[in-house]
Protein backbone atom coordinates (compact mmCIF):
# COMPACT_ATOMS: atom_id res chain seq x y z
CA UNK A 1 0.00 0.00 0.00
CA UNK A 2 1.46 3.17 -0.85
CA UNK A 3 1.38 5.65 1.90
CA UNK A 4 2.54 9.20 2.05
CA UNK A 5 2.90 11.44 5.18
CA UNK A 6 3.69 15.25 4.90
CA UNK A 7 5.08 17.12 7.08
CA UNK A 8 7.32 20.78 8.33
CA UNK A 9 4.00 22.99 7.09
CA UNK A 10 3.37 25.78 9.68
CA UNK A 11 2.87 29.91 10.07
CA UNK A 12 5.67 32.18 8.46
CA UNK A 13 6.50 36.00 7.36
CA UNK A 14 6.61 36.66 4.15
CA UNK A 15 9.80 36.66 2.71
CA UNK A 16 10.33 33.76 5.08
CA UNK A 17 11.19 30.42 4.01
CA UNK A 18 9.91 26.28 5.33
CA UNK A 19 11.16 22.98 4.08
CA UNK A 20 8.23 20.45 3.33
CA UNK A 21 8.86 16.92 3.92
CA UNK A 22 6.87 13.75 2.67
CA UNK A 23 7.57 10.56 3.88
CA UNK A 24 6.75 7.35 1.60
CA UNK A 25 6.24 3.82 2.17
CA UNK A 26 4.73 0.73 0.38
CA UNK A 27 6.86 1.71 -3.23
CA UNK A 28 10.18 3.36 -4.06
CA UNK A 29 11.38 6.25 -6.18
CA UNK A 30 12.66 3.44 -8.60
CA UNK A 31 8.72 3.54 -10.03
CA UNK A 32 6.68 6.38 -8.99
CA UNK A 33 6.99 9.65 -9.48
CA UNK A 34 6.66 12.00 -6.58
CA UNK A 35 4.98 15.28 -6.56
CA UNK A 36 4.07 18.46 -4.58
CA UNK A 37 0.44 20.19 -4.77
CA UNK A 38 -1.12 22.87 -3.12
CA UNK A 39 -4.98 23.82 -2.19
CA UNK A 40 -5.50 27.16 -1.01
CA UNK A 41 -9.21 27.89 -0.04
CA UNK A 42 -11.58 28.39 -2.89
CA UNK A 43 -9.46 27.50 -5.55
CA UNK A 44 -8.60 24.12 -7.44
CA UNK A 45 -5.59 21.88 -6.50
CA UNK A 46 -2.62 22.96 -8.55
CA UNK A 47 0.66 21.11 -9.30
CA UNK A 48 3.68 22.71 -7.69
CA UNK A 49 6.71 20.91 -8.54
CA UNK A 50 7.52 16.81 -9.45
CA UNK A 51 10.19 14.51 -9.47
CA UNK A 52 10.09 11.36 -12.24
CA UNK A 53 10.36 7.59 -11.33
CA UNK A 54 13.94 6.49 -12.09
CA UNK A 55 12.78 3.85 -14.22
CA UNK A 56 11.02 6.19 -16.78
CA UNK A 57 12.25 8.20 -19.34
CA UNK A 58 12.62 11.30 -17.44
CA UNK A 59 15.14 9.19 -15.06
CA UNK A 60 14.20 11.05 -11.49
CA UNK A 61 14.48 14.80 -13.19
CA UNK A 62 12.72 17.13 -11.65
CA UNK A 63 9.61 19.28 -13.12
CA UNK A 64 8.64 22.64 -11.82
CA UNK A 65 5.69 25.12 -12.77
CA UNK A 66 5.67 28.51 -12.51
CA UNK A 67 4.33 28.72 -9.38
CA UNK A 68 7.87 27.26 -8.18
CA UNK A 69 10.21 28.61 -10.43
CA UNK A 70 12.71 30.42 -9.27
CA UNK A 71 11.38 30.02 -5.53
CA UNK A 72 10.71 26.33 -4.76
CA UNK A 73 13.45 23.62 -4.97
CA UNK A 74 12.85 19.93 -5.00
CA UNK A 75 14.75 17.43 -3.68
CA UNK A 76 14.76 13.64 -2.44
CA UNK A 77 16.71 11.16 -0.16
CA UNK A 78 16.57 7.92 -1.21
CA UNK A 79 17.96 6.48 1.34
CA UNK A 80 15.29 7.55 3.95
CA UNK A 81 12.68 7.46 1.37
CA UNK A 82 11.90 11.18 1.89
CA UNK A 83 11.28 14.15 -0.87
CA UNK A 84 11.37 17.41 0.16
CA UNK A 85 10.22 20.71 -1.16
CA UNK A 86 11.97 23.70 -0.10
CA UNK A 87 10.97 26.81 -0.55
CA UNK A 88 11.75 29.97 -0.08
CA UNK A 89 10.90 34.33 -0.29
CA UNK A 90 7.33 32.90 0.80
CA UNK A 91 4.02 35.24 -0.40
CA UNK A 92 0.77 35.60 1.08
CA UNK A 93 -0.51 34.01 -2.07
CA UNK A 94 1.65 30.96 -1.12
CA UNK A 95 -0.76 30.00 1.56
CA UNK A 96 -2.32 26.73 1.14
CA UNK A 97 -2.76 23.49 2.06
CA UNK A 98 0.56 21.69 0.83
CA UNK A 99 0.09 17.96 -0.27
CA UNK A 100 2.15 15.21 -1.65
CA UNK A 101 1.05 12.39 -4.37
CA UNK A 102 2.29 9.23 -6.05
CA UNK A 103 1.66 8.95 -10.10
CA UNK A 104 3.76 6.59 -12.79
CA UNK A 105 3.96 10.11 -14.81
CA UNK A 106 5.39 12.87 -13.09
CA UNK A 107 2.50 15.05 -14.87
CA UNK A 108 1.58 18.05 -13.32
CA UNK A 109 -0.99 19.46 -15.38
CA UNK A 110 -2.95 16.22 -14.99
CA UNK A 111 -4.25 15.24 -11.33
CA UNK A 112 -6.38 12.09 -12.28
CA UNK A 113 -2.79 10.43 -12.98
CA UNK A 114 -2.01 11.10 -9.09
CA UNK A 115 -3.26 7.89 -7.54
CA UNK A 116 -1.56 8.09 -3.46
CA UNK A 117 -1.58 11.84 -2.18
CA UNK A 118 -0.95 12.46 1.97
CA UNK A 119 -3.10 14.43 4.10
CA UNK A 120 -1.48 17.84 3.58
CA UNK A 121 0.24 20.23 5.84
CA UNK A 122 -0.87 23.37 6.08
CA UNK A 123 1.52 26.71 5.03
CA UNK A 124 0.31 30.56 5.93
CA UNK A 125 2.16 33.02 4.86
CA UNK A 126 1.46 36.37 6.67
CA UNK A 127 3.09 39.03 8.84
Known amino acids: QLQLVESGGGLVQPGGSLRLSCAVS????????IGWFRQAPGKEREGVSC????????????HYTDIAKGRFAMSSDNAKNTVYLQMNNLKPEDTAVYYC????????????????WGQGTQVTVSS
Open 51 to 62: VSSIQSSGGGST
Open 26 to 33: GFTFDDYA
Open 101 to 116: AAALLCRLGQLSLWTS
